[in-house]
């Protein structure tokens, strides 16, 4: 068995659920576990080992391979510890079969952690390794919920000339993925008897033509606009509630979307646009921005030295871009190039039943540390 399943079959056996979707103390919340045991790891083959508190029992685990020279530029391999949750307790404990490790993060991303770890251990050990490049590797914590690990590193002023995000990208390399935006509207109408409906203004009633106006002219808006690698912006109500009984009109009806981002669109600009539609189309509403922090697109300069050499270790001629938010815009956002890339495919991420192929996982360790290897 080679080092990397092995890793990935241990990472899978110690839960490390995001704790923002587990009721608090339940046993199998939080990245401790994971972090300690990449910290065990790396220390025992040799890495210099970091812990870095963002919260309470959450810590980024980095771990450096130094340059054997003089550093003159820095490569970040950073892949997340957490995972989405899971309904049956047997998730939690890996079982192979056919070719493919099956178990809660296999390809999201414990698959990455276990590639990347791999890769930069083989390499510490190999009789030539960089002499002007220090590589980092990183495993952040709450990916799947906030970022808090990637935005910690960031602020901590962490810098580096690529970084390579582990995500289920199939091996491929995306330079670009779309921003996330979730906006509250609010509609304000007049309470009355519901026998005298004449008498109020129904919220209900205006949010529903918001919601029509929002699903038909405002998407097909969104689908004249273009980005070569990610495709189109889109918008999707994702909530609603308002009225309190049936027998009184409603003064307050609520909806919630998700708005997904191409490079370029702002979250102020969309907002400006959906009151401007909202004003061309007499109505009204009160738009409230309900992200803690904000996730933008992604768009990295492929033409960029490191990130083109790392395009052709995978063969690739060109990037591709993906639709889900991830820690590269994160880091992207201070000032780090990224790009992200990792075994495993999206369509088994946060499922029931997620799987990695372990031919995959032994490829990526050795598309990364054929990489890593070829760096001066
Ligand atoms: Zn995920």
Redesign the pocket.
């Known amino acids: 068995m080679s080092r990397a399943i092995k890793f990935l079959r241990e990472l899978i056996a110690l839960p490390s659920v995001n704790p923002a979707f587990l009721p608090a103390n339940d046993p199998r919340a939080g990245e401790q576990r994971v972090a300690d045991f990449l910290a065990d790891t790396a220390t025992r083959f040799g890495l210099d080992v970091e812990l870095h508190e963002v919260s309470p029992s959450r810590s980024n685990l980095l771990a450096r391979l130094a340059a054997s020279r003089k550093a003159r530029q820095r490569i970040l391999l950073a892949p997340h510890m957490d995972?989405?949750g899971g309904e049956s307790p047997e998730i939690f404990e890996p079982r192979e079969s056919d070719g493919r490790l099956h178990g809660r993060g296999a390809c999201?991303?414990k698959g990455s952690l276990a590639a990347m770890l791999s890769a930069l251990i083989e390499l510490a050990a190999a009789p030539r390794r960089p002499g002007h490049t220090e590589i980092v590797f990183a495993g952040l914590v709450d990916?799947?919920n906030g970022q808090l690990g990637s935005r910690a590193l960031v602020a901590k002023g962490f810098k580096a000339d690529l970084a390579i995000v582990g995500?289920p990208t199939r091996l491929q390399v995306a330079t670009a993925h779309k921003g996330d935006l979730w906006l509250q509207l609010e509609t304000r109408g007049k309470a009355a008897h519901g026998a005298r409906p004449e008498l109020g203004r129904n919220a209900v009633h205006e949010m529903a033509r918001i919601v029509d106006l929002l699903e038909t002219t405002y998407a097909s808006l969104l689908r004249q606009r273009r980005h070569s690698l990610l495709g189109n912006p889109t918008v999707s109500v994702g909530t609603i509630g308002g009225g309190s009984q049936p027998n009184i009109v409603p003064d307050q009806c609520r909806i919630s979307i998700d708005r997904r981002t191409i490079p370029g669109e702002t979250a102020a600009g969309v907002r400006r646009e959906i009151q401007s539609l909202l004003r061309r189309h007499k109505l009204k509403a009160r738009l409230l921005n309900i992200r803690n922090a904000p996730c933008p697109a992604l768009e990295t300069n492929f033409s960029l030295p490191l990130v083109k050499k790392f395009l052709a270790s995978t063969g690739q001629t060109r990037p591709i871009g993906v639709h889900?938010f991830c820690d590269a815009a994160v880091l992207a956002g201070g000032g780090i190039p990224s790009v992200v890339f990792g075994p495993g495919n999206i369509a088994q991420?946060?499922t029931a039943d997620e799987w990695i192929s372990l031919r995959q996982l032994e490829q990526g360790t050795r598309i990364l540390l054929r990489f890593l290897e070829s760096l001066p």
Do not use: F, I, M, S
């Open positions: 995972t989405v999201d991303t990916e799947e995500e889900y991420a946060h």
